[in-house]
């Protein structure tokens, strides 16, 4: 059975932009934050990582710093954009840790679990 990729569509309602490439980020690791039925933590927040939120992160139990090579990755560093747990995003939020986010390549299934305003409260204009 083949994975069928939900309709690449922003939270603005415009076509999702890529998040990154360099490191290439994304449950289909397209570059960007597409999402399926399969994709459980719903990886469509593309947001730009921080010192402060990857030390949040590794606190929480996500150590989204630390280089796995066996698994391929390199290990986010502040300044990447990445592709996010729309609920590991909101609960930074909660906590007053949350990264900015670029609209334009946040999937729109992040809607499910984070309310608009709060993405655009956090709003970057970087690409």
């Known amino acids: 059975m083949a994975i069928e990729m939900d309709t690449s569509v922003n939270v603005l309602g415009g076509k999702l932009e ?10 289909f690791r397209d570059g960007h934050c597409n999402t ?4 459980q933590g719903s990886h469509t927040v593309c947001a730009l990582m ?3 939120f990857l030390a949040y992160s590794k606190y929480v139990g996500n150590d989204l710093s630390t280089p796995r090579p066996e698994f391929g990755f390199d290990g986010l560093r502040p300044g990447d954009h990445w592709c996010l747990c729309a609920g590991r995003f909101l609960q930074a939020h909660d906590e007053g840790c949350a990264p900015k986010v670029r609209l334009e390549a946040t999937h729109a299934r992040a809607l499910d679990i984070v309310p608009i305003d709060v993405l655009k409260e956090h709003a970057s204009d970087t690409a």
């Open 18 to 27: 890529s998040c990154s490439t360099a490191p290439m980020t994304g449950f």
């Open 50 to 52: 921080t010192a402060e």
């Open 36 to 39: 399926c039925a399969e994709d």
